[in-house]
């Protein structure tokens, strides 16, 4: 699909698009505006989470993810129909996440936009679900490219540059765990509850960052990947230590284990930040560094990003914390962007398990994943 800018026709109208996201364990729709003059209004955006039914498993089950989805899609359609009062007639396009994620669950969102594109005529617009994330600053304010982003979540911590809509260049990515798997994973083995990320962000809130000692990942090692595993491992080595742990001990070790992963995080932002402002000497300054995904939400890391972001003359952007995890805002946002630019899919548009959004780097540079199902990243 050739990449352009927005037609002048598609500048000239106002677009409205239905978006549905499913990728993991968040069923969701939301309804998008885009003004002439690029502005965005959100008619509508509802979010039904599945924390009860993966609570008792410590994590996400993809059956009762998938299952969950499926029943709960179309009422979610309905419901943000309804809130933005609208028909399907009136929208321009459906868009639906299409990958990457859980398979089952990305192709509840992406059949749904199908029949519905397939029964109102409706162009549909299959989303790239980390485009969705990269993008997501733009809901909420105006945010112009080339921009350096750090995309870190449950699945992926990635560093790119996004040049234009579509067009996005790796500068480095984890080699094995993502950040949001350290939290998570840490979580679970110290039995704060489901979902992990929050529930250790919590628990950390009156422990002492500095009371264990733990490894700086990738430490002197150049270049702009990170790596997780061998923190998530130390961090499992010290609990299985202590003995009959208090709560006092378990703030503590979270504390840790926050503080480690914000400033592995922000130490290799640090090494991309030169980067960008080296190939981009003439963007405005501050130049924004934008960090987007579920971890984006956590505090401790965006202060220790918004740090580095200072000391290097750049701007720290995030989406506000309710578009942070995952949402059918962002898929929308991108369906109005694409379809601004004439970019819309065929009813044969695939659901992928993986789907890298610089995917020529990922093919013949993988950092991690690569298979049967292609690289990850």
């Not at 979902?195 to 250790?200: I, K, S, W």
């Not at 480690?260 to 640090?270: N, P």
């Not at 942070?324 to 004439?342: F, H, P, Q, S, Y």
Request: aromatic letters at 4%; a negative charge; charged letters at 20%.
């Amino acid at each position: 699909m050739d990449l352009a800018p927005p037609s002048p026709q598609a500048q000239a109208r106002t677009l409205t698009v239905l978006g549905l996201e499913s990728s993991c364990d968040e069923t969701a729709a939301a309804i998008l505006r885009r003004a002439p003059d690029g502005a965005v209004t959100v008619l509508a955006d509802c979010v039904l989470g599945q924390t009860e039914a993966h609570a008792p498993f410590g994590g996400v089950v993809p059956e009762i993810a998938a299952r969950a989805h499926a029943e709960a899609m179309e009422g979610l359609v309905i419901q943000a129909l309804e809130a933005a009062g609208l028909a399907v007639s009136d929208l321009d396009a459906i868009a639906a996440t299409s990958g990457p994620g859980l398979i089952g669950g990305v192709m509840a969102a992406l059949m749904t936009a199908k029949g519905l594109a397939l029964g109102s005529g409706k162009p549909l617009i299959a989303v790239n679900h980390l485009e969705g994330h990269a993008l997501s600053p733009r809901i909420s304010a105006p945010l112009a490219f080339p921009y350096l982003l750090l995309l870190v979540s449950g699945g992926h911590t990635q560093l790119l540059i996004a040049e234009e809509v579509g067009v996005y260049h790796r500068l480095g990515s984890t080699l094995d765990d993502a950040a949001g798997e350290a939290f998570d994973k840490t979580a679970k083995v110290m039995g704060l509850g489901f979902p992990g990320g929050p529930a250790l962000e919590r628990c950390a809130e009156n422990g002492d960052a500095q009371r264990f000692d733990l490894p700086m990942p990738l430490k002197g090692k150049p270049g702009c990947d990170f790596s997780f595993a061998g923190l998530k491992t130390a961090a499992r080595q010290i609990w299985d230590g202590l003995e009959a742990p208090t709560e006092q001990d378990k703030a503590d070790l979270a504390a840790s284990v926050q503080a480690a992963i914000a400033a592995a995080l922000a130490r290799r932002t640090r090494r991309a930040l030169a980067i960008f402002a080296e190939r981009y000497p003439a963007t405005e300054r501050p130049m924004p560094l934008v960090v987007a995904g579920g971890v984006a939400a956590n505090k401790a890391v965006r202060a220790a990003l918004e740090d580095e972001a200072e000391a290097a003359g750049f701007g720290l952007i995030a989406p506000p914390m309710k578009w942070c995890t995952d949402n059918a805002a962002m898929i929308a946002l991108v369906g109005l962007e694409k379809l601004a630019r004439g970019q819309i899919d065929g009813l044969d548009a695939p659901a992928r398990a993986r789907w890298p959004l610089d995917a020529a780097s990922a093919q013949s540079d993988p950092a991690i994943g690569s298979g049967r199902k292609g690289p990850k990243a």
